[in-house]
């Protein structure tokens, strides 16, 4: 599918707030500093569409870009960031929840992972609410590039294997590199069949 055009919309603090065009859309999720904003970036092919931080926990609204004119990605604030306060650190994820369980036009979540580190509870934590709430998702291991081949692989079996322990099926996974734009092409394939379907 081509990008013809990518724009900035707004960002809203609260599900409430978001466009109510009924565009259909696509949101990205994962802890911080996963890579959420780069990959958004990469698939759009423009390089500051999204705002990246060296600072972790930079984005902290629903951020909503609208693509081609018809549908929208969405970049949510990242879950799981240790120097929030407690209390505000439960709202994010309130926040999200509510979106991610309530929001009719949100057609696919793709929840991030760093394909260099071991499972890791929260994100096993979150990819079990997502389940158990039933609602769709595609797994993406990013910065890839920063692996060897077969790192990469043996990580990606662990992780399967440890899934495969709670779940009797695997979701659909996709390995990405912002760097690279390996991954680009399987992304923007499956949000075009539920664009169009
Ligand atoms: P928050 O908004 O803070 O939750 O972070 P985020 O998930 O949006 O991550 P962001 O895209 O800001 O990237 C965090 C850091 O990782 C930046 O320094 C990026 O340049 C780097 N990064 C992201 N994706 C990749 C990748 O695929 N490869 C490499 N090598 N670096 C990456
Ligand atoms: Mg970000």
Redesign the pocket.
Known sequence: MKISSAEFVKSSAKPGQCPTDRFPEFA?I?????????????IVGISNL??????????RLINHYLINRSWYLV?L??YG?ASVSKSEKELFSKMISVYLSEREVLLNTFV?IDSRLKPQAQDLQFIEWMGQAGLPFTLVF?????LTRQQLQKNLKHYEGVLLEFWEELPPMVV?????KNGRGEILESIQKLVKP
Not at 30 to 42: A, F, P, Y
Not at 176 to 180: G, L, N
């Open positions: 990205f994962g802890r911080s500093n996963v890579g959420k904003s780069s990959l958004i970036n990469m999204a705002k990246i931080s060296s600072t972790p926990g930079k984005t970049d604030p990242g960031f991030l990013t910065k890839a590039d920063k990405t590199s912002s760097k690279t």
